[in-house]
C-alpha cells in the first residue's frame, strides 16, 4: 500500500503581502485553504506544517494537522530555498512516524484556488507513471518562442528561446507553460538522496489559469478574493 506524506511548508515573513499566511481569506486564514484541502482528498497518511512562525503553527494545530515543524533560522531567510526546507520537513516527519513514504506531495499555501480534485489527479497522474517528480503549472499566456524577451550584457534583448526561422505559427512550437507553485510531488526513494525539483523525468499536471494565482502580491490576493467570492456564489445557484 503506498503511503504519502503532505508536507505544507509556509513562512512567516512577507514583504510584499504582510502576514499572508494568517491573513483572513474568504472567512478563514489563508494556510487554512490548503490544509483543509489536503485533509479532504484523502490521499495522505501525514500531513504536516512546517513555519518559523508561532501563529502559523497554531493555526495548523487548530486545523488538527499530524504534526506542526518549526522551522530553524537558516531556512526562514529571504534568501533560503523552498527545497531545502521541504526536504527537510521529510526527514523529520519520517523520523517522527519513525517510517518512511513512498510518495511525497508539497501543496503550496498560497495556491489556494486549486480544487481537491486537482489534487487527487495529480497524485494519480504521477503515481501511474514512474516519473521521479512533479510540477503542476498553466498554459503559458506568453511564448518563450515569440512574446518573452531576455535581455543580454551589453542591454539589448532577445527572444528567450531561439526559433526556427520556417516556424511562424505559435502552434507549430513546444507547448510552454506557467508553474504554479500549486502542487509538487516527488518518489521519495529519488528526492532523499536527490531533493531537487526537475529531473530528466519530471511530468507536469496542467491546471487551468483560473486556479493557478500564487499570492504574492496585494493584486493577488485581491483576485483571488473575488474569485474565491464568484466560486462560492456559482456553487450556490
Not at 504582510?18 to 500531513?47: C, M, V, W, Y
Not at 506542526?68 to 521529510?90: C, F, M, Q, W
Not at 499570492?215 to 462560492?232: M, N, P, Q, W, Y
Amino acid at each position: 500500500m503506498t503511503r504519502r506524506l503532505c508536507t505544507i511548508c509556509a513562512r512567516g515573513g512577507s514583504k510584499r503581502v504582510p502576514n499572508k499566511n494568517t491573513r483572513l481569506l474568504a472567512g478563514k486564514p489563508l494556510i487554512g485553504h490548503t490544509i483543509e484541502q489536503a485533509q479532504a482528498s484523502k490521499l495522505f497518511d501525514t500531513i504536516i506544517v512546517d513555519s518559523d512562525s508561532d501563529a502559523i503553527l497554531d493555526i495548523a494545530r487548530d486545523y488538527k494537522v499530524d504534526h506542526v515543524l518549526n522551522r530553524p533560522a537558516e531556512l526562514a531567510s529571504d534568501t533560503a530555498g523552498k527545497i531545502p526546507v521541504i526536504h527537510r520537513a521529510y526527514l523529520e516527519t519520517v523520523r517522527l512516524d519513525g517510517e518512511d513514504f513512498d510518495t511525497h506531495v508539497d501543496l503550496d499555501a498560497t495556491s489556494p484556488l486549486r480544487l481537491i480534485d486537482d489534487i487527487r489527479a495529480a497524485v494519480d497522474l504521477f503515481e501511474s507513471g514512474t516519473a521521479s517528480s512533479l510540477i503542476s503549472g498553466s498554459i503559458s499566456r506568453r511564448s518563450p518562442y515569440f512574446n518573452l524577451v531576455e535581455e543580454r550584457s551589453d542591454g539589448t534583448v532577445a527572444l528567450s528561446k531561439s526559433i526556427k526561422e520556417d516556424i511562424v505559427r505559435g502552434q507549430d512550437v513546444p507547448k510552454s507553460y506557467d508553474m504554479n507553485a500549486s502542487i509538487y510531488a516527488w518518489r521519495t526513494d529519488v528526492f532523499k538522496s536527490d531533493p531537487r525539483v526537475f529531473y530528466g523525468d519530471t511530468i507536469i499536471y496542467v491546471m487551468p489559469e483560473d486556479r493557478s494565482i500564487d499570492i504574492d502580491t496585494e493584486l493577488d490576493f485581491e483576485f483571488v478574493s473575488f474569485l474565491l467570492a464568484r466560486r462560492k456564489d456559482q456553487a450556490s445557484r
